[in-house]
Structure formats: C-alpha cells, structure tokens
C-alpha cells in the first residue's frame, strides 16, 4: 500500500485548505486511516482519526468544527478539510492507514492520542502554512 498526501500550500489565517490522500496498491488491506501533523520542534500529533470499531471518526480538541474527514472509494482518496486555519495549525500533514486486525480493535480516540505505531503505512507528507 502507498498513501500520496497532497495539497498543502500556504495561507492566510481564516483562509481553507483541502489535503488529499490517495491509496494505491493492496487497498483492500487498508481498515482505518488518520491524519497526523507535526509542527516544527513538536512532536507529531494525532488531528483525526477513524474506527472501524465504533465506526466514528476522532477529532482533536484544537481542530473541532473546522476540519472534517471524507471519502471518495471511488477514487481511493480521503480528504482533510480545513477551515478557519489559524497560524497554530502550521505544520507537515501526514495520512496513515493501518491493516485489519483480527483481534483487539480501537477507537478513533486511541488512534489519535497514543496509537501511532498501530499505524502500518504512512504518506510523505504534506507541508500547510498559515500566515496571521
């Protein structure tokens, strides 16, 4: 499996931007996918993350309200849409999908807070820049 994040660029505060994630290869063998950033000197940090376990998707606080997670299965993507882009919100935006599991699942919540090494394919990542 590949994952191609996209769409990053640079913007004003108040201003929108939409990150994309393709899928590629083996797609069948990808279950819940997220979003991540990292800022610079920060560590990377979960911002969404869906569950196949309650089938919901996870929100950090910080984001509520102005991101939201889609699908296109057609085209094998999963997009971030970002709105009210504050200058805290600069950072390398990466997508990562792991495999089913046959076992232990976990919410959107674990994913996001303490579960990125559950996470088996990641995106290179996608660099967003807000200006105030």
């Known amino acids: 499996v590949q994952l191609q994040a996209s769409g990053g660029g640079s913007v004003q505060a108040g201003g929108s931007l939409t990150l994309s994630c393709a899928a590629s290869?083996?797609?069948?063998?990808?279950?819940?996918m997220g979003w991540y950033r990292q800022a610079p000197g920060k560590e990377r940090e979960g911002v969404s993350c869906?569950?196949?376990?309650?089938?919901?998707?996870y929100y950090r606080d910080s984001v509520k309200g102005r991101f939201t997670v889609s699908r296109d299965s057609a085209k094998n993507t999963v997009y971030l849409q970002m709105n009210s882009l504050q200058a805290a919100d600069t950072a390398v935006y990466y997508c990562a999908a792991d495999r089913p599991r046959s076992t232990t699942t976990y919410t959107g919540n674990y994913y996001c807070e303490v579960g990125q090494l559950l996470y088996d394919y990641w995106g290179q990542g996608t660099l967003v820049t807000v200006s105030s």
């Open positions: 869906d569950s196949s376990a309650d089938d919901s998707t």
């Open positions: 290869g083996s797609i069948f063998n990808i279950n819940n």
